[in-house]
């Protein structure tokens, strides 16, 4: 039997198909014209407005050679606008901005929809960037050189055509960059599979190849990381999305392999020292474990390995989370039960790294997000729930870690009336999956609540307390329950926990989902008739796959950007890279794993679904758009109720602008209430 007899609608896959295309737009008309016709719509619609596009709304910024980097976009902006300001004007009440680069200009000018997608700095001058910028939202960029004195763009300056391309500053005048070099230059997960360097003054063509891999590997890539002012090279070839092999460009300009485990991430310098964090035990050392390898001992081989000096420890519930660098500290992220808090380490030559813990907040997220290492001035913000994100500057070399409030988000719903509470499901296997509840302080637990239960559970992400903003208006303060699951398949625990659920044991996640589902339902917060479940991409499959296995427990369901067909994932777009975490569908074992969760193999025409809601973007080359059309299609063939929205632009992140960001939330919001109330 043929591929196209087994599936009639692969021509759902054809992403700017016409035939597609009108498909999605049918679709389109028929939910917006529902939801805006529900009298709902329009408060929440309001809501999601003012709150959006509020006066009041704290620019975030980035720190770099001192001053604070935002890109900002507004009812007069909505494409964008790049700017800078000083950190002594960023704490007044009204900001001084000087704006860099106005996107909807270019974008006007050059008549393209660009979105922005970030800047790469030179240095040490920081004089000029690398612009990447997106047509609609893809992955997919365009690298431009500008001048940040002028604030215009190169003549003659580099420019790397359209391609999910990754480029950066080798020096003042040499690029590393993979790209699409032409026929059989891009892997089969549609990443670089060449990196070249690329000189100033000659062709892109002309560029000399540094490192190739293989066609089956993920991407190749080259970058300069800098350590106390001084520039050193790397490439690395990633094998697979857990798999690295590093080199190491020494001072003859050799490149040295790092004899790090492959699956091994490396993270910084820092003061001579190349940080190694641990995804797998190794030498009587916990995964989770961040190492110190001095470059000086490269070469040495596994022996530079086995004298590594350790930096941070994991137990069984603190875990590295991420940091920041600066001259002469490392600001490190730590995970404590799912909640953050930081930690300053110095370091003294040549093996001595000394922690000390930094207060910020209680009982919520802490984190540095941001440090200069031409200075100790880092950025940290705390946040929870409830409380409107802070931002905050401080010295690291402050023996007191006091810190200066720059700015606090404005309070953007009424929480007075509630609270957050913290529970553990058992999951199928015994395991305990612990997960957050915002709700009302005198909530009577009777199953009546509208509950949103959120997760993603994959590719080690934590799911960490956030202040809810605007959803906090259009939901938590209006009595709904709102629930974040901490599955297997994420980091809040490390790599193990990320790990228990690869592969064959994919199936765990959606059991750890229905499990939470079971006792918030059990403990009286809600019930199967006002009970939703939601995630985008990977958690897209989460409730693909868990609404499926049981459409019993569920009122309604927002699928966002979701991978949904799982025996053809890895034929689309950048599914092949993540065969590390879902398996292989061509291998005759995995397949059956699959199949056992397959969100579109499993619908069945004699199943009661909850109306489900869809939600992707054309735009989207990461995760295929076919995914959810064939899904939703389906679906309507087999006489299920569903609604699905395919917004044009956007990319993987679903929008590419403030006014498509308030269309998507109100549909999915008021889908909600219209289902569980």
Known sequence: ???????????????????????????????????????????????????????????????????????????????????????????????????????????????????????????????????????????????????????????????????????????????FVGTDWGAGSMTTSGYPRIVKTWKRGTPLTSA??????????????????????????????????????????????????????DDAESWSLFKGNLLIELRSDYNGMKAGTLLAVPLDNLELGEKAMSQAQVVFAPTDKRFIEGGCNTKNHMIMVVSNNVLTQMEKVTFTPPNIWKSEPIALGSNGMASCYDGDDDSDTYL????????????????????????????????????????????????KDGTKIPYFVVHKKDIKLDGSHPTLQYGYGGFQQSMTPSYLGAFGKVWAEKGGVYVLTNLR????????????????????????????????????????????????????????ATVTLRPDLYKAAVIGVPLLD?????????????????????????????????????????????????MTSTKDDRVHPGHARKFVARMKEQKHPVYYYENTEGGHAGNANIEQSILWESLKTTYLWEKLK
Not at 55 to 75: H, M, S
Not at 384 to 393: A, I, K, Q, R
């Open 380 to 427: 940290a913000t705390y946040t929870d729930f409830l409380t409107p994100t802070s931002y905050y500057m401080a010295n690291a070399s402050d023996p007191k870690n006091k810190f200066t409030l720059l700015k606090q988000a404005a309070k953007r719903f009424d929480s007075s009336s509630l609270t957050t509470s913290r529970f553990e499901a058992t999951s």
């Open 1 to 175: 039997m043929s591929q196209s007899e087994q599936d009639p609608y692969l021509w759902l896959e054809e992403v700017e198909g016409a035939k597609a295309l009108d498909f999605a737009k049918a679709e389109n008309d028929v939910t917006i014209k529902h939801f805006k016709s529900n009298p709902d719509f329009k408060n929440i619609e309001a809501d999601y407005r003012k709150i959006f596009f509020a006066k009041d709304r704290v620019p975030a910024v980035t720190l770099t050679n001192g001053e604070l980097y935002n890109f900002w976009q507004d009812e007069k902006n909505l494409r964008g606008v790049w700017r800078k300001t000083s950190i002594a004007s960023y704490q007044t009440a009204n900001p001084k901005w000087d704006v860099i680069l106005d996107l909807d200009a270019v974008s006007k000018t050059e008549n393209e929809n660009w979105v922005w997608k970030g800047a790469s700095f030179r240095r040490p001058g920081y004089d000029r960037v690398l612009l990447h910028l997106s047509r609609g939202g893809k992955d997919a960029v365009v690298v431009r050189e500008f001048d940040l004195k002028t604030k215009s763009f190169v003549k003659d300056g580099f420019f790397i055509p359209e391609s999910k391309t990754n480029a950066s500053w080798k020096d003042q005048d040499t690029l």
């Open 489 to 544: 398949g994420g980091g809040e625990f490390g790599p193990k926990w990320h790990q228990a659920v690869l592969k064959e044991n994919r199936y765990k996640v959606y059991e750890d989902n229905i499990a939470i589902s079971e006792d918030l339902i059990a403990r009286g917060f809600t019930s199967a008739e006002h009970l939703a479940i939601s995630g985008g991409s990977n958690g897209g499959l989460l409730v693909g």
């Open 566 to 614: 799982m025996l053809r994932y890895h034929k689309l777009l950048a599914g092949a890279s993540w065969m590390d975490e879902y398996g292989n569908p061509d291998d005759p074992e995995m397949r059956k794993a699959i199949l056992k969760y397959s969100p579109y193999q499993k619908l069945s025409p004699t199943a009661k679904y909850p109306e489900v809601f869809v």
């Open 208 to 261: 000399e190849t540094l490192a190739e891999a293989n066609t089956t590997d993920m991407s190749a890539y080259a970058y300069t990381l800098y350590d106390e002012g001084k520039p050193f090279y790397f490439h690395q070839i990633r094998k697979g999305f857990y798999s690295t092999k590093l080199w190491y460009h020494d001072k003859s300009g050799k490149a040295v392999l790092v004899p790090k485990p």
